[in-house]
């Protein structure tokens, strides 16, 4: 790292993650949480695959909240896992990114299509502090009854309005109000809902 970006700054690398600042992801809390939430992940996995009733356990221990009857298809990918929170009676498809890094809350009765991506990280854009491996990060929020469609990628610091639908393949970069179809890279709204 050529810089001292963290001079006057005593807080670890981990609570200026959580605080939504620079930081670098080199912290030994941050990856021994991140181990835990892969190993968490794929025992989710084979659990799921086997039919085990134990899936739902595991997964309530790899998440940080999973609402009443909130289904997920494994595999389901995460950063830590302890940042994701998913809404009551909420349908998640087959491989699911979650990175969060930040907070992901997926409202209620959602449904994600297989193959999103939600994705908290940033990079700074000059090439230095990226070249340092400074990262932050910004939370992502769905609404109560989003669809998002089939390879939908959701970036960092998005908001989706509730009842919303996002087609397939979409890329959303802002944030997206209630009651609205949007479609496209980048998204946008193409109509509205009742």
């Excluded at 950063?79 to 969060?100: K, P, S």
Aim: glycine share 10%.
């Amino acid at each position: 790292m050529t810089g001292n970006y963290f001079e006057r700054d005593s807080r670890s690398n981990r609570e200026r993650m959580l605080a939504g600042d620079l930081y670098v992801a080199d912290d030994p809390e941050n990856e021994r949480l991140h181990q835990r939430g892969v190993q968490l992940a794929d025992a989710y996995h084979r659990a799921d695959a086997a039919a085990d009733p134990k899936a739902r356990e595991i997964l309530a221990e790899l998440v940080g909240t999973l609402g009443e009857g909130a289904h997920v298809n494994a595999p389901l990918f995460v950063e830590y896992g302890e940042n994701l929170h998913i809404g009551a009676r909420t349908f998640i498809n087959y491989n699911l990114t979650a990175l969060d890094v930040a907070t992901i809350t997926i409202g209620a009765d959602c449904q994600i299509g297989p193959n999103v991506q939600l994705l908290t990280p940033t990079h700074p854009i000059n090439p230095q502090p990226r070249r340092d491996k400074l990262e932050a990060a910004q939370p992502i929020t769905l609404g109560d009854n989003v669809w998002l469609g089939g390879g939908v990628i959701v970036c960092p610091g998005v908001t989706i309005g509730e009842n919303s639908v996002i087609g397939a393949g979409s890329v959303v970069t802002k944030d997206i109000p209630a009651n609205v179809v949007a479609v496209g890279n980048p998204a946008r709204v193409i109509r509205n809902l009742g």
